[in-house]
């Protein structure tokens, strides 16, 4: 019966020492996933759309502006195309309130 006690007492700790710190993982995780990133997805993909032969190198969040009754999230990417690098700056202006997209918008640049 000692041995049985010991065993569960055992059991126990174990499974309650693990269950902690994955618990704060996970709520960690939960808040560490910014506002934009479902944004951020989109102008990866649409960029990858637009530029199918080019490589995504780089990318940056550059900040949100919100104005009559819209929000725009901006983004630069930066491509390895065959012969050159460049960059794309891709705004993407949706409704907050619906999640909506507006309009996606592109503008290559050198710099």
């Given at each position: ?34 506002s934009y990133a479902k944004?951020?997805?989109l102008a990866v993909q ?6 199918p032969s080019a490589k ?56």
């Open positions: 019966m000692r041995k049985l006690c010991l065993a569960l007492g055992i059991a126990f700790v174990l499974i309650f020492s693990y269950s902690l710190p994955l618990q704060a993982v996970n709520a960690v995780q939960d808040e560490g996933v910014p944004w951020g997805k649409e960029t990858k759309e637009k530029y995504i190198i780089d990318y940056l969040h550059i900040g949100k502006e919100t104005t009559n009754g819209s929000t725009v999230e901006k983004f630069k990417l930066w491509l390895k195309g065959e012969t050159k690098e460049f960059g794309v700056f891709v705004n993407i202006e949706f409704n907050p309130q619906t999640n909506e997209v507006v309009q996606i918008t592109f503008e290559e640049t050198d710099r």
